[in-house]
């Protein structure tokens, strides 16, 4: 693997594709159950989940499953399995719920308002674990692209029991806990 490859890689998919998803993100007021009790009946969760698959489904990476689970009263799981090396195990997570928008923000700026400054995106979520389902998908893509084997990577599963894949998972701390917990 050549690692100046991988960062050259990486950093196009970032700028070609994540950031204007992130935007996109961004502007989904997405708030963690906690400061947002109805959120269900607001949608925010599922747009949020949404543009995360649709965007992982757009990277076309063979052997990739996506699905989203959902547990009535939690929020939706979008669970990501690649075909890997049976051998090893990794967890990828993150979450797509957001703090509550707060006030303070400077000038110009807010919480469901993306701006990108001086090559930083501002926004509610923008620099949070929103962007761990890009992170994950995109750092793993890249180095599998480079391996001389690319079944060589290692696999996981967020299920408690042993998986040949490899997975990334995005949602709120509650339902992979539910998911994981109901095994």
């Not at 070609?16 to 607001?42: G, M």
């Not at 489904?57 to 959902?70: A, K, M, P, T």
């Not at 480079?146 to 998972?169: D, K, Q």
Request: proline share 7%; aromatic share 8%; hydrophobic share 35%.
């Amino acid at each position: 693997m050549d690692p100046q490859h991988i960062g050259s890689s990486v950093r196009d998919a970032w700028d070609r594709s994540i950031v204007p998803t992130l935007e996109r993100y961004i502007r989904i007021p997405n708030q963690s159950p906690l400061f947002d009790p109805d959120w269900k009946a607001h949608g925010y969760m599922n747009q949020a989940v949404a543009l995360a698959r649709e965007w992982v489904d757009q990277q076309q990476i063979s052997g990739l499953s996506s699905n989203v689970y959902e547990i009535d009263g939690r929020t939706p799981l979008l669970f990501l399995e690649v075909e890997g090396d049976p051998s090893s195990t990794v967890l990828m997570y993150g979450h797509l719920d957001k703090q509550p928008a707060m006030v303070g923000w400077e000038e110009g700026l807010g919480p469901w308002t993306p701006v990108l400054r001086d090559g930083r995106l501002y926004g509610r979520g923008g620099a949070d674990d929103g962007y761990a389902v890009f992170s994950a998908v995109t750092g793993s893509s890249s180095a599998a692209k480079r391996a001389a084997r690319p079944t060589s990577l290692p696999t996981s599963t967020c299920w408690p029991r042993r998986s040949a894949r490899r997975v990334w998972s995005s949602a709120s701390t509650a339902a992979a806990a539910t998911m994981s917990s109901s095994g």
